[in-house]
């Protein structure tokens, strides 16, 4: 049976994650530098944490503690590893001995070189979307048992919810900004006509479809030219 102690342990653990993840969610970087760090503090085992964000067609590391961030860019410069597998594969993928897995023959060489001997690599999923992977690192094989490996599962849950946060945030600021900017386009060309509002948008319109450009594009650039879209 669980020893209770332990359990009261790693839920205490996961709040204090949770509060770290959100209090640190104001940038890629930030929460990506927050999320290694604490992986490293509470996940037994861990030497060191990457992550590895969808950011592009592939992902790029975007932060690394120690050996990590090198063994993270062998991956992405490598196309081979753990982290770069199909997004439909949603595993947790565990080494446990680079010496007897093999998986990925040149990133197990390259990373032996550099003194990993284990790994683990959480893709970070919410929904439908593929976030990138988490990827821990150890000099030792076999270095996470039974307990780390669910207190790192749900730590990759809890990841995956702050950049999830994190992307419909910078998505909604992003909005804003375009809704802002269409608005005072939408000024200018009105002043500039003689025009009602709803007449003004079907000119940006007009011209978005014409230069297959988006609308907040033609209204940035109209507001920089100062008046005339044309």
């Not at 839920?11 to 104001?26: E, F, W």
């Not at 753990?82 to 990373?111: C, E, L, N, Q």
């Not at 893709?123 to 094989?141: E, Q, V």
């Amino acid at each position: 049976m669980e020893d209770p102690h332990i359990e009261l342990d790693l839920t205490a653990r996961m709040v204090a994650v949770a509060g770290t993840l959100r209090s640190n969610s104001n940038g890629v970087d930030t929460l990506a530098h927050a999320v290694t760090k604490t992986a490293v503090d509470c996940i037994p085992g861990t030497e060191c944490a990457g992550v590895i964000a969808c950011l592009g067609p592939h992902g790029a590391p975007v932060a690394g503690n120690g050996l990590a961030s090198q063994a993270d860019q062998l991956q992405h410069e490598l196309r081979e590893g753990p982290a770069v597998r199909p997004k439909s594969d949603r595993s947790t993928v565990w080494i446990d001995d680079f010496d007897s897995d093999g998986r990925w023959p040149r990133f197990a060489a390259r990373a032996q070189e550099l003194g990993i001997a284990s790994m683990a690599s959480f893709r970070l999923f919410s929904g439908k979307d593929d976030l990138g992977t988490l990827n821990l690192y150890s000099s030792t094989k076999k270095a996470f048992d039974e307990r780390a490996r669910t207190l790192g599962e749900v730590f990759a849950a809890h990841t995956a919810v702050a950049f999830s946060v994190l992307r419909e945030r910078e998505n909604l600021s992003v909005a804003l900004t375009s809704r802002d900017l269409i608005g005072q386009a939408k000024g200018m060309v009105m002043e500039r006509y003689g025009i009602d509002a709803d007449e003004a948008f079907a000119l940006l319109a007009r011209l978005s479809q014409e230069s297959n450009t988006k609308v907040a594009e033609i209204a940035r650039q109209v507001v920089e030219a100062g008046s005339d879209p044309a």
